[in-house]
């Protein structure tokens, strides 16, 4: 029952709790792929989290659905929601805007304290813009998702061009023509802030990417580098924690071969409910696995679920302090509970229901239109081995929302290959950040390209470690990676002030 | 009925036939417009001029409609139509590609001898791709036109998203990922090449934007300037050719209220037909006056039509060696007739019906959408007095389309203010060449604004003129400014083929 090939939920992976996976609970695509929803499960089971107070007034923009077209329809108007705090900015001060990605932007808001520490430093009025599409800002309300005809407005370049007219609106309204703007986002954000100052340098002075995979498109990187990634984050925590888990598919395989292996599993992975498909075991382990290591933050954080500082070596402590003999499903499941499970208020488990408490389901439309990231997972990886298909991929799409994806439009539109080429003569004032634990580090810009485009990495960070708030158990690496941050930061703004004084 | 304000017609004029007065012209805007279209009846009575044998094979590109939605309707496929030269290419050589304007294709390539000039130093491939909505590409074919639901896919962003695909596919198709590309452009071809350097720097390595008025939007530019220029132009010539210029509208006015004036106006400017409005006349000076300061070329030329050296001198000669006691009127008339009809083909002339030979009636559609360019004539122009109003001119693009124009989408989009600052620190590798005697110019950049973002100006050059093929005839001047063109595109592709060594 797992495939050895193809094995497709991971390709689907972003940085955010969907996937097309899920789509294809819906409606397989594959006989054999197995589902993952599981974590979206375990939200729906969760005692709801008491909503953060977050220091931002809440404000809607009328902004019009179609930039690129003019057509009647074209200039619909939907309300999209952006939060901003004026806190300690005067008129012409800077304005730090966070090109808000898929999700609920309080979401966004509440893990990225970065902007709160920094905002006294710099007199910044922040504010965090919502992407179309998601959270409030829906311009079809309840019916936004409901085929290719409304989905097809949610893409990337209607959403920058989004920031550009509001960010322009609100300088005005602000009588502030002249505050220089600065544009912030981790992952998919990332990736958005810094394809806004490629396309809007006249809005935008600057960038600052965090854990943005720009590179992850096309074959710019390796279609096994995620899951390698993921693999050498476990492999340096424990080879036995490796090998345990990479030896887990072939017992979920064994089990799924026998009569009373679904029950055998639903026990192991004491399951509210038994499951269906054995599939949903791999699904869930995989989801926590990938999960951790993305978030395998220094400190004890929530930004996915809760957990403690450094978690991939504390599943693999799990893992490797089990007694001798113990299977190694029975570990992985351990291993796993940490990640679902490390505040202790789950009793059992349903791997086989989702829910979307940040408001990510519109990815799966991006994943299945412009964001095609192919994945694939070799036979040295601690997952279970898949190939992708541009056309099998191509077909679900067009089988689920009636339209096929555009795999190569986004290389085509910002760019990728040779980037370092590119941008070495063109374009200025970047940073990416990345954090090499994070696995989509290796899809994104590593090396300093030029004086102003820089790569800040750090060997133990993870994604988008950087824009969590200060904490006081902070390392040294973190607190220094910041520290350049806004000392560059420091120098776009003095430049700024300088050239229009 | 010559208004001193409002007088509508050349706050649409562009670089072509055709301008939003044209659309009056079916449906009156303003009840004492004048309409503008005489040119285009001109041509319509010409002897159609032989089709040069151009040295390019035509070819088909099967282009998406919407690059920027994922709707069914989208994915739509047009034919676009491009023109190839690659007598003197190799593989691994420079492509440099024309970016289309408002109209045939073939009509862009036959005014740009420039390229086949250069292209065997450059082993360049060449390639003038036609805009969407224009000449032969038409995605709607003959319904193409027919409302702002079809129109409304005509517009520069998809236009330069069309180029891009184009570009991308056509360099795989030759094997040639290596061919570091240049864009060309004159006029809004020129705008198209800038912003397409601007937008998709990993596409193009540099551009040459001739005659490009990328800061005729907002308040950038004074909106007095276009006329203002000509003004220059003339009054440069003759300060006695201005002042009789200047006079003629008031002898016009005066005929209009007399019960004979139409006959007499007729009379005098040998229409075909008697004269249906007084404002034919004054339309159809104005717009001698204007496109013979746009192609005041120092050399024989037929751009718009067939004209002699220095046209705008000519036209002064004409009218200063008048006797004295001759009306204004009748000098204007007679230097208008340089325009019409230095070929001497014209017994008579049609004021009041227009054709369309460049296939250039788009125009209209994107003056009243994106390409809002606010113009005025102030008291000191040679032109009668009138002033713009955004409010009115929104009104009048409803009432003729159903949709109104988004007169700020352009600065927003591609920006414009402040261009020295924010290109100072960004971008690379363009060259705005513009000829001082071109009213154009004045909204285009004429001051250097870093080591690689170059302002090539002439003093006497007009609309384009670095782009027209080399003549034996040509002033110094101007082979200075194409030389100096030649060795910049050198210094970029030089560079280009270390940085990728």
Redesign the interface.
Known sequence: MIPSSPFIPFIFFLFSLLTAAVVQSKQPFFPSAIYHSSLKKESSRSPSKPKPILPYKTRYFPQEL???????Q??KIFYQKYLINDTHWHRGAPIFVYTGNEGNIEWFAENTGFLLDIAPKFKALLVFIEHRFYGDSLPFGKDSYKS??T?????S??AL?DY??LI?SLKKNLSSDSSPVVVFGGSYGGMLAYWFR??????AIGALASSAPILQFDNITPWTSFNDAITDDFKDASLNCYEVIKGTWQELDILSSKKEGLAEVSRIFRTCEKLQYIDSAANWLSEAFIYTAMVNYPTKANFMKPLPAYPVEEMCKIIDTFPPGTSKLNRAFAAASLYYNYSNTHKCFDLEHGSDEHGLNGWEWQAC??MVMPMTSSSQSMFPQYSFSYDEFSDHCKSFY???P?P??IT????????E?????????IIFSNGLQDPWSRGSVLKNISD?IIALVTKKGAHHADFRGADKDDPKWLIDQRRQEVDIIQKWLD??YR??A
Do not use: C, M
């Open positions: 179609d930039h690129f077209t003019f057509q009647p074209s200039y290719a005809n989905l097809g407005y949610l893409n370049q209607q061009a550009a007219v322009r490629l396309k809007y340098p006249h809005v239109s412009e009636g339209v096929r555009r190569h439009w085509t539109e910002f760019g990728g290959n040779n980037i080429q590119v941008l070495k003569r063109y374009g200025s004032n102003t430049e700024y050239d229009y």
